[in-house]
């Protein structure tokens, strides 16, 4: 009982990380309709980003949080004016596309600057035993981090007039223009703000794991598989679909090969991509 | 009718026909190994893009996952061969015939969804296949499957082995572009570009949709099931990381949407330029770490500013290209 209650609490933690990839991927399909291919590459430049932050400039890892947000919001406007302003209301293959292009472009240069060899960010915080089980500091921080995150997330969204913007564009864009918000504006912010989501779960995996160039593709499909999971488009639903990602690992893990897990994830995805298009949390419309 | 009136000739087949057999004897004839490597490539390329386009040209389903397919393929005919000692064309056949019963049956379930949501049923398809496979002790599971030099015996040595297997590539190169040509001028064709058109539209008129989009699912999945049977007999292993490589699914949109996306000529011509490309890339000694910069800055400008790809850059210049160029 006590070892199914430690992969419960071991999978909430990681499953909370899951979330908050997954959360900005989420919040840019459900604005804009795009599909953001460059995702795991975006993830990828939050985990470099801790790295210099931290490794070369010495700031302490959670201190440099601030700084990878507003690295990432900026970010993700270019990326927003560069990549995906020519795409908006274009047939879907040509949002994948561009995205895409933009993920080999960012893929590219990282593996010429950094090689493909990991790296990692040391983070040193006591631990946590609890009934003979030790949970890490960092993964309860990063945890709580990414709770924060998507609670400040949930404020924006449902308590701000900027908020209520986007929420209006993401419900109907052409009738959002006609009471005169600033639609294109209000994309590119979201596009920022669901990048920025990406640098800061980039940044909190980076306290935990080593990474490479490369990461970014892993935590990519598992953001698409949560993402399914917590319904396209809607960024509460993400969090949960994360923690529910992370406790199917966390369960899965005493019973059966470690290798076999992704392809439960995957089965499950296309099943739910199938059968609950609208994710299994939305309660609201069947 | 013996008198074929010349407002009604398409000059097309035959051009497929005169590219199929320079393909075929170019090599073999100044006896040039290295041009025929650099060739057997393009011909799988061109093979991949020319059924992936069926999908994304003709029907507009973005298909993430076409690779999927091709790495199947593999398996079963390499497979057959190396464990069941099996004839290498019969094997890629079977191969190729059970890759199509799987794709019709896939593709009822996942061609429910429709844009994006197809989009992403791909990756989730060929990555939980990947897995699968990646833990599928009778295939190899990770480490894959090697084939042993005696594979080679029966087509009269390893050397010649290659020959054989090259031919076959670059049949299976012609067929799928007669493939592409045939579908575009059939009913079956009309129907497909009415789905990419506008779903719902045709199926008021009466296409059947669900029939119609499982079975082009299915049809692009032959020809590249076979070529990856052929593919990795010649490369001499076969294992999931390669069989499954989502990058080089993605590489073949590049090479469709490069050549231009729905015409029958676009993804050969595409592929081509792109497999040229990319072995110059790897080779030059400047670029070699911007392969992927390059094909990325490239491909987003393409999407950006010509999303007709070159072919439709060159119908708009020269109208009359129209006619024989398709």
């Known amino acids: 009982m006590a070892e199914i209650l430690a992969s419960v609490i071991d999978g909430v933690l990681i499953g909370s990380i899951y979330g908050l990839a997954a959360m900005g991927l989420t919040l840019i399909w459900g604005v804009m309709n795009v599909i953001n291919l460059s995702h795991g590459a975006v993830i990828v430049l939050g985990m470099f980003a801790l790295y210099y932050l931290s490794s070369v400039l010495g700031l302490n890892a959670y201190a440099a949080l601030p700084i990878v947000i507003i690295l990432g919001f900026a970010a993700g406007m270019a990326l927003y004016w560069i990549a995906v302003h020519r795409v908006i209301g274009r047939p879907h293959l040509m949002s994948l596309l561009s995205t895409f292009a933009v993920n080999m472009v960012l893929i590219g240069l990282g593996t010429a600057l950094w090689s493909t060899s990991p790296y990692n960010v040391p983070v040193s915080l006591p631990s946590v035993s609890w009934q003979g089980y030790t949970y890490t500091g960092t993964h309860l921080v990063a945890a709580a981090l990414a709770f924060v995150i998507a609670g400040l997330l949930y404020v924006l969204l449902y308590r701000t007039r900027i908020g209520k913007a986007i929420r209006a564009v993401a419900n109907n864009r052409a009738a959002a223009e006609l009471s005169g918000i600033p639609t294109t504006q209000v994309l590119a912010l979201s596009f920022g703000l669901g990048v920025t989501l990406a640098f800061a779960s980039g940044m909190l995996i980076a306290t935990l794991f080593p990474f490479t160039v490369l990461s970014g593709g892993a935590y990519q499909l598992k953001s698409f598989v949560v993402t399914v999971l917590g319904g396209l488009g809607n960024p509460g639903g993400a969090l949960l679909g994360g923690i529910f990602l992370g406790l199917i690992e966390g369960v899965a893990t005493p019973f059966m090969p470690l290798s076999w897990t992704p392809m439960i994830e995957f089965v499950l995805f296309v099943i739910v991509l199938i059968a609950f298009p609208r994710g299994i949390f939305s309660f609201s419309r069947a | ?326």
């Open chain 2, 1 to 326: 009718m013996i008198f074929v009136r010349f407002n009604s000739f398409r000059p097309f087949p035959l051009l497929i026909l005169i590219v199929t057999v320079s393909f075929a004897l170019v090599p073999w004839w100044t006896n040039n190994v290295s041009l025929r490597e650099n060739l057997i490539l393009a011909a799988l390329d061109i093979a991949l893009a020319s059924n992936l386009n069926l999908m994304i040209g003709y029907a507009g389903y973005v298909n993430f996952g076409s690779i999927v397919m091709f790495g199947l393929g593999g398996y079963v005919g390499i497979y057959l061969v190396s464990l069941w000692h099996w004839p290498l064309l019969v094997a890629t056949l079977i191969g190729g015939v059970a890759v199509t019963v799987i794709a019709y049956v896939f593709g009822l379930g996942i061609l429910r969804l429709r844009g994006a949501y197809f989009a992403l049923a791909t990756i989730g398809v060929n990555e939980a296949v990947s897995v699968f496979i990646t833990n599928f002790d009778p295939w190899g599971g990770a480490s894959g499957i090697y084939i042993s030099l005696e594979a080679y015996a029966p087509l009269g040595g390893a050397s010649r082995a290659l020959w054989i297997v090259y031919f076959l590539m670059v049949a299976v190169m012609g067929l799928s572009l007669t493939l592409s040509y045939a579908i575009r001028h059939s009913k079956f064709g009309l129907g497909l570009l009415a789905i990419g058109q506008n779903e719902d539209a045709a199926a008021t008129l009466g296409v059947p949709t669900r029939t119609f989009k499982a079975m082009v699912y299915s049809t692009s999945a032959f020809l590249p099931a076979i070529a990856g049977g052929l593919y990795f007999f010649k490369s001499g292993i076969i294992e999931p990381t390669g069989a499954f490589d989502l990058t080089t699914s993605i590489e073949a949109i590049v090479m469709v949407m490069l050549g231009g996306q729905g015409t029958v000529a676009g993804p050969a011509i595409g592929a081509f330029l792109y497999e040229e490309l990319r072995g110059y890339l790897l080779t030059a000694q400047a670029f070699s770490h911007f392969q992927l910069v390059i094909a990325g800055l490239l491909l987003l400008v393409i999407v950006l500013f010509a999303p007709g790809g070159l072919m439709g850059f060159i119908h708009q210049r020269l109208p009359f290209t129209r006619r024989w160029l398709e």
